[in-house]
């Protein structure tokens, strides 16, 4: 996909999705982080009913570490890998209140630093919560950037690596929720909404017609 082409896919897909945000609820630093964190093969709507429950009891560091280990997962078992994000958060919080005051770190290198942050986390954080212009790659995005052509790769880091150098300037900082948006609710997985799609024209997808091959991160 060359540049004007790319330039023209994200001034269609801003257009289409003029407030391209997070579906995530929260209201800080660190319940966007805990929010996150949870949200690993896991549903952002499922999150948001885990955490409307969660948050108005306990929304930060110390107040998650008071509810201790069970306290924790009775609010989150209806979560994928609860018990393991859990024992994540329980650390996340000891390690932010040891070595950060409490405060959500705003570089990627304390972040990854973090119990159950990765690379993807890290990139949500800093691009939802600081404004930096980073591109975390979920299945989603992943699935977009491949079968449109506009950044093709074998693995998550590839995309991300691709759609760093190519991405427009201007669209850098809202890349990541366009992307998302689109491919959760018009490039979906099994079938792809090609006949509604605002990048029809643009979409190098050999398959735009079927439901054929599906993408994904493994």
Known sequence: MNASKRLALFERLAAAIP?????????????????????????????NKATAQLFPVANTPASLLALGLDGLKAYIKTIGLFNSKAANIMTLCQQLLDRHGGQVPNTREQLEALAGVGRKTANVILNTAFGQPTIAVDTHIFRVANRTRLAVGKNVLQVEQKLDKSTPKHYKQTAHHLLILHGRYTCTARKPRCSQCVLADLCEYPEKTSAAQVLSVH
């Not at 805990?34 to 999150?47: E, F, H, N, P």
Request: charged share 25%; proline share 3%.
């Open 19 to 47: 407030e391209p945000a997070t579906e995530l609820n929260y209201r800080t630093d660190f319940e966007l982080l805990i929010a996150v964190v949870l949200s690993a093969q896991a549903t952002d709507k499922g999150v």
